[in-house]
């Protein structure tokens, strides 16, 4: 027979902490707070399996549910010497949710059930408080109506009504009499909603409660907030069942809820609110102000109503011990429940308690300090995408705020300041100190400058590995992008939504962590990177195999990345090397010129340029190792478009400007994602390679000569899908390798490898690895061109792909385990087998996304890479891999 309910009470519990899945987290932390002896009512737990069973089944129960209900309920009635329904000597039980992992506030719950017009007046001679029963069973009428039977709360008017008509101000003046009076008036508002009385059967009260909390797990609130948490909508619910105690019965009488620890700074201090007299309803309801546990609770926080440390000093000191029975034994920050009860106090919750990124930290590493869990425990509690609050300025959570729009959250952190629409603007503005936030449809390598000067950018087309994205990213400025809802007009320079339009210089604020664009300046915190986050970043280090690099192709990014702990670079895009204005034009060159000559001159220019970069990448990045990536230009990105520019490109090459805008129309492309870019352009212009490995070489062997340190150059050709193209462009770049160390009389170790982007090279992977030495995973391309779906466009439609749930996740963020996935296991697979020990690696976007690099952990990867503001994530997530490899090795 199955067990469908596990009661916990005098006998001791049948359930116990591990059975959250089954019990849920309220049940489980109930049946263990009873295991360690601390007061919990009597009650019992039906498994989130009744609740499968009751989605399955019609929303029916199975057979053996109501006898198992009936023994656990005779149970508590035992325990308690009381019984459910009886006038003389009543039970009153609670009905609440409790999911595997918590829901705050989603779902239903019903306090004081059992009550009705004669069972009220055996709780008032058995409490002796008439006042206190008419209370609770009014409350019980409020809220099953609205719970269970889907009334709309009119019930809080009839109160106002009552207190004008008795003339009284407060609640509390209400007497028994008002209440008897009210709960009538609740009653006979049901009857009238409803077409039928209110169920005065306890019985019928019980299943009735019991099918609502089942039920709420679909109500809508529910299914979005565990779409928005990735919580399986199989998981189900349980229904906890207990005794009521009661925290409303007079002065001696108090509910509370407290964290054992402070969630906001993860201080070591009990922090809590209670209210004297109160349902635990009342607490966070916000009816009444609540009161602060302890003195120093109340100082902080400048309130004038007296602490629990003040009021019950008794219930205080029981509860500290309760804290470090807790913490001792669950060896987390937990987050309580708790009614006083006649001056006794009684436990109704324990959980892990929710925190800030901050507070998580400070507490893994002080409980780490206090010999409570290992450095890989504190590891692998630490949620790695919740670092990115701790690396960029963060909106400050007290402030108000008004959303303009919505875009995708491309690049995170908070940034304020007067919308500019051109990246010239952006500069000026910024150089004279103003916080600027550069608005554009979307944004092109001239803009880069402009990106730099910004406090943050705002896009409304592209999506997470559009250009302003990966920028952004890189640059660690904040970035919504594809705010679709948003209508930009250069002419008028303004941006609108629905009715609201906002001029250039008026100010917006962009959160590039959530994607919300609001009006007005909003105030924001500014990160600490020292510290408990030092520490930790620390102990990740120690358990992660993978190693951690980062894309970057500026000597500032390549400095932030060692700051963040990168271990070399994994990407270093040399056409982002282009982006200034001062090189811009000499590249232009090399792309528009006709013949090998005209790009030879511009390709003459570059070349000291490109030289000075790479060696001082080399120089940052010393004792690492440095991939560099050979051009790889979509062409739409540096044709001229504008009349501006035909004319500075005419004056440029000395060519008249229609002869300039011809060529712009030759070379445009219809689809330059997959037109004439990466390695084709080293197959049809050498020239171009020749150069880059001409720069990459000569700067290697300078600094060899100036550090006498060996710089590792790791050279990586783009977009290769044959082998063929492979072994050509190899050829070349070992020819001038040779050239360059000869002249140069020294030799530097190198390795010429390959970027696996395309799915025939995936496929081909074998053959490749005989000539490459090392490959590095381009995902945003292979999931580009694996789905068939552009990088650019791709948004329009993503987010209803989401809902429907035919994405689980933007494939551009977290990789497609299934499809692009098995891709690149066997790639690697086919790689290895050709060549033992092939250097292996990913530099997609996907490289800094947790979910990701424990793919990437799974598929036997050498490193991550990843932009430098998500290195810690990657170092963090890396370390969880290795913990979760580690621990599913054990168990073979
Ligand atoms: C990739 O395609 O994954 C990649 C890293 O290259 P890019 O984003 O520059 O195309
Ligand atoms: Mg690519």
Redo the contacts with the bound molecule.
Sequence with gaps: MTKWVYGFGDDGAEGHAEMKNLLGGKGAGLAEMNHLGLPVPPGFTITTEACGYFYAHDRSYPAELREQVECALAGIERSLGARFGDPDNPLLVSVRSGARVSMPGMMDTVLNLGLNDRVVEGLARKSGDERFAYDSYRRFIQMYGQVVLGIENHFEELIENHKLDSGVLLDTDLSADDWRILAAGFKDLVAEELGRPFPEDPQEQLWGAIGAVFSSWMNPRAVTYRRLHDIPGDWGTAVNVQAMVFGNMGADCATGVAFTRNPSTGANEFYGEYLVNAQGEDVVAGIRTPQHLTIAGKQANKSALPAMEEVMPEILAELYAVRRTLEDHYRDMQDIEFTVQRGRLWMLQTRSGKRTAQAALKIGVSLVEEGLITREEAVGRIDPASLDQLLHPTLDPKAKTTILARGLPASPGAASGEIVFTAEEAESRASRGEAVILVRIETSPEDIHGMHAAKGILTTRGGM?SHAA?VARGMGRPCVAGAGDLRVDYAEQTIGSRNIVVRAGEIVTIDGSTGEVMLGAVPTIQPELSGDFATLMGWTDTVRRMKVRA?AETAADARMARRFGAEGIG?S?TEHMFFQADRIGAMRRVIMAEDETGRRAGLAQLLPMQREDFAEIFRIMKGFPVTIRLL?PPLHEFLPKTPDEFVEMARLTGKDVDAVRHRALVLHEVNPMLGHRGCRLGITYPEIYEMQAAAIFEAAVLVTKETGEAVEPEIMV?LVATRKEFDILKAIIVRVGEEVMKRAGIRVPYLVGT?I?LPRAALRAGEIAESAEFFS??????TQTVFGLSRDDATSFAGAYQRLGIFEHDPFVTLDVDGVGELVRLAAERGRAARPGLKLGI???HGGDPASVAFCQSVGLDYVSCSPFRIPIARLAAAQAALTWQAADATV
Aim: glycine share 12%; charged share 30%.
């Design positions: 590995t990966v894309n990407l895009r790889d783009p970027m982007e995973f381009g995902t945003n391309d292979l530099c997609g976007e």
